[in-house]
């Protein structure tokens, strides 16, 4: 029904920013919670941020604070800013859109990216 496609990653240096796209297609954003994810090596996919069908935003404890979770629907994209990073915050970014309710679980998300790769240098 939707598909989504993330941009934005690259190499960084630590405490450094970036922001992270998801472009919708296919279906209308605000039918959707909207959340990111991220997989490390070694690591099991980690719920990072969702922003619910009010507009509500959550983070995990890990990157709030520093990062935010901004929609745009004239652009039908979100976003995922990114500031003070860490070399912790190194992974592959998903975004996922969802109709359920269980937000924090990425086995509840319908609809996934492909990711895009965020590195952090020390």
């Known amino acids: 029904q939707v598909q989504l496609a993330e941009s934005g990653g690259g190499l960084v240096q630590a405490g450094g920013s970036l922001t992270l796209s998801c472009a919708a297609s296919?279906?209308?954003?605000?039918?959707?919670?909207m959340g990111w994810f991220r997989h490390a090596p070694g690591k099991e996919r980690e719920f990072v941020a969702v922003?619910?069908?009010?507009?509500?935003?959550e983070y995990a404890d890990s990157v709030k604070g520093r990062f935010t979770i901004p929609r745009d629907n004239a652009k039908n994209t979100v976003y995922l800013r990114m500031f003070s990073l860490k070399p912790d915050d190194t992974a592959a970014y998903y975004c996922?859109?969802?109709?359920?309710?269980?937000?924090?679980?990425?086995?509840?998300?319908?609809?996934w990216g492909q990711g895009t790769q965020v590195t952090v240098s020390s």
């Open positions: 922003i619910r069908w009010s507009g509500r935003t």
């Open positions: 996922a859109a969802t109709t359920r309710f269980a937000l924090y679980t990425a086995a509840e998300y319908e609809y």
């Open positions: 296919g279906g209308r954003l605000s039918d959707y919670a």
